[in-house]
C-alpha cells in the first residue's frame, strides 16, 4: 500500500506541475487577461479535484473490498468459533452437579481448564483480528488488579507459587494489549524456571519489575531476546515470538522495557509505566 501511494502521489504532482507549467507557458505567451488567468485557474483545481478522486479510487476501492471480504469472514469465524466454546463450558458445569466420582470430576475440571485457555486464546484472536481492523481505543485501567486477575489465571496451573507486591496504579492504555504482555513474560518466567522457584511481581517507582530464578541468559542471547522466533532455550516449548509481540506492544504504549539476565541465575523484565500513567497524561 505505501508503494501505491507514493506511486501515485508521484504521478499526481507530475501530472498537475506539466499542467500548471502548460497554462504558464500560455498565459505568457498569449498575454491573457486577469478574467481568463482566473477561469484557466478554476479549471486547474477542478482538474486536480478529478484527477486525485480517480488516483484514490483506483489505489483504495480494490482495498476498501478485500477488507470487507474479510471483516465479514472473520466475524463469521469467531461467531462459529464461541459456539463450540459456550456449549463446551455449558455441559461440564451441568455434569458436575450430578457427578460425585472423583476421577471424572478431576476430568472435568481439566476439559474446563482446556477451555477457558481456549476461550483466552479466542478473546486475543478477536483483539489481534480488531487491531488490524481499526485501532483500538485506549482505556483507564489499575495494574494491581489486572495484575491479580492474571496471577490468579496463571496459579490455576498449579505450577510456580508467585510474590506480588503491586500497589494501585491507574494507567490509560490498550488494556487487552497489555494483558497479552504480561502474560507473555510471566509465561516464559514459568517456563524457564523450576516448578518451585517463585516469581516475583512488584512495582516501586513507576517500575512494573516480573522477576524469575530460572536458566537465565547470556549476553549474547540477551542481544537477540527482542528478535521473532528467537529461543534462548530450544528445549523449551513454544515458538520464540513472545518477547518480540512484548517489545512491539511497549513500543506502541510507550512503555521502555529493561531485560536484565544472567544464566542460571534469572531474568528480571523491567517495565517503565511513568508514560501511561493516568495523572502524566491528563496533565499532558
Known sequence: MRKELLLAGIIYFVTMFTL????YRFVEIWHLS???VFVAGVLVLLVAIGWGY????????????MENRLTTLTNEIIHELN???STIKANTTMLKKNMEDEKSLKRLERIED????????YDELVYT???EIHEIEKETFDIKETIEERVAFFKEQGRNDFEVSVKSYLVIADKIG???MIDNIISNAMKYSEKTSPI??????DVLSIEDKGVGMTASELLRVHERYFQGDEAASGEGIGLSLVKAYCDSENIAIDIQSEKNVGTKVRLTLSKTKETYLTQN
Not at 480517480?54 to 473490498?65: D, G, H
Open 129 to 131: 483480528l480488531s487491531k
Open 200 to 205: 516475583g511481581i512488584r512495582l516501586y517507582d
Open 54 to 65: 480517480v488516483l484514490t479510487a483506483l489505489i483504495f476501492a480494490p482495498s476498501k473490498k
Open 114 to 121: 482446556a477451555s477457558l485457555r481456549l476461550k483466552r486464546l
Open 34 to 36: 486577469t478574467f481568463n
Open 20 to 23: 500548471l507549467l502548460s497554462i
Open 178 to 180: 497489555f494483558e497479552q
Open 83 to 85: 459456539i463450540p466454546l
